[in-house]
């Protein structure tokens, strides 16, 4: 990863510095799949990129039948595994907008996941995939020992993730949100999931950061002193310690890891660590996601005003 200057605009697109992931998306939208094809195909062995592009390629893809007409003409596991991502966001989204089809939808979802992952036994990423239904139904193992509120959840479907990536970032987030107040969860179950999981993790770990996801998806604004939780020594001392240890291996990262830089940035101004913060901004470059801004307000403006405090420029000031 090489941080590119801020140069008075910020970059919302989620393939940040990944060029070739943001000329594909110009190309599925333009409705050719013969880039994604390749894209794809270069993340065999680098299960991580393979699932951010994935994903980032479904939401251009799936309000369109790009997918369809490549799996019928190429039943490749790179087509397969992107019918998989795109039947899986067409059921969630039906499933939240109460849509008559969303039964219909998730049956043709589970289906494409279990097809891809026929089609390439190795990869997590139809698993990762799968594990984004399990809110819909709120699938109930029991937790294993060492967690303090012993949260059922899709536990056995985690599992099997782990066995073929133990460390892989989507499939551990997707698995924290099952337990989001907002899916059915509490926010204390959230908080010990989040321990748990980034606990097992090395501590150089990205993973390290699930508290702090945790904690700003708990965030109520009605509660007294809201913000100035971040202060508090324990994700303060959270916060440096991903600093201090993650911080610096982020920086050989192939491409910019945006979003969890932007957790980082915004626990540590959060906890008055402006210092610390700016380094992990610059690092960010140009490069912005809207969380965990957007919980907080504005997301331009939450993050604005989170470099102001950093005495960076802003858009309109560099």
């Known amino acids: ?34 880039s994604a094809r390749e894209a794809l195909a270069e993340t065999r062995d680098d299960f991580g990129l393979r699932a951010h592009r994935s994903l980032v390629l479904a939401s251009e893809a799936a309000g369109t039948d790009l997918v369809e007409r490549w799996l019928a003409e190429e039943p490749t596991p790179e087509a397969a595994l992107m ?19 969303a039964e219909a939808l998730e049956r043709i979802a589970l289906a494409a996941c279990d097809r891809a992952a026929t089609m390439a036994p190795a990869d997590p990423t139809p698993w990762a995939a799968k594990l984004a239904m399990a809110r819909l139904h709120r699938l109930r193992d029991p937790a294993p020992n060492g967690l ?30 099952f337990f989001f107040t907002r899916h059915g969860g509490s926010v204390n179950a959230a908080w010990d999931v989040a321990a748990f999981l980034s606990q097992r993790a090395p501590g150089d770990s990205p993973l390290r950061l699930l508290p702090l996801v945790a904690l700003v998806e708990s965030y109520n604004p009605t509660q007294l002193l809201a ?41 540590l101004v959060m906890a008055q660590r402006e210092f610390e913060a700016r380094a992990v901004f610059t690092a960010m470059g140009p490069y912005a996601s809207r969380m965990p801004w957007s919980v907080f307000g504005d997301p331009a403006e939450q993050l604005s005003r989170a470099r102001r405090a950093c005495g960076l420029p802003v858009p309109g000031t560099a």
């Not at 943001?22 to 190309?27: P, T």
């Not at 509120?149 to 987030?173: K, M, Q, V």
């Open 1 to 34: 990863m090489a941080a590119e200057l801020f140069e008075g605009h910020y970059v919302w697109h989620p393939a940040a510095d990944d060029r070739v992931l943001a000329s594909v998306c110009v190309d599925v939208r333009a409705g050719r799949y013969l």
């Open 83 to 101: 019918w998989a991502r795109v039947a899986v966001a067409r059921a969630v989204r039906a499933a939240d907008a109460r849509d008559e089809r």
């Open 148 to 177: 303090l509120t012993s949260p059922p959840g899709p536990w056995r479907l985690f599992a099997h993730i782990l066995n073929l990536d133990p460390w892989h970032r989507e499939a551990h987030h997707r698995f924290l949100s």
């Open 227 to 267: 913000d100035r939780v971040w202060e508090q020594p324990q994700w303060r001392s959270t916060a440096l310690a991903i600093y201090h240890n993650w911080l610096p291996v982020a920086a050989g990262s192939r491409f910019t890891p945006v979003l969890d830089l932007a957790y980082l940035a915004h626990a």
